[in-house]
């Protein structure tokens, strides 16, 4: 099992900046990807960014691609979204995620952390 804790939600304008954090507890040793996904109110839950444990394959959705940027320090079992240039549309409840042994699929996903940006 892995737990997943997120952090650094809340109430920015547009254009402001935030940083998410996520970290990761239990058996991180299984870890092979973490990811961001988010669920804004009456539409279907997205990837955001997703990065490899070893960090040598990153996606971005093509909304966010050059604002958002997904890193991750393996010593602290933690991955980070740092957002820029924030949008309205970019108001959702945001998810971390992980991936596990040799699956595809993001078995573990944190408790979600609210993100609003107004206008």
Do not use: H
Not at 17 to 45: D, H, I
Not at 67 to 74: E, W
Request: with cysteine.
């Amino acid at each position: 099992q892995v737990q997943l804790v997120e952090s650094g939600g809340g109430l920015v304008q547009a254009g402001d900046s935030l940083r998410l954090s996520c970290v990761a507890s239990g058996r991180t040793y299984s870890l092979n990807a973490m990811g961001w996904f988010r669920q804004a109110p009456g539409k279907e839950r997205e990837s955001v960014a997703r990065i490899s444990w070893s960090g040598g394959s990153i996606y971005y959705a093509d909304s966010v691609r050059d604002r958002f940027t997904i890193s991750r320090d393996i010593t602290r079992n933690t991955v980070y979204l740092e957002m820029n240039n924030l949008r309205t549309e970019d108001t959702a409840v945001y998810y971390c995620a992980a991936r596990t042994g040799v699956t595809a699929t993001y078995a573990y996903w944190g408790q979600g952390t609210q993100v609003t940006v107004s206008s």
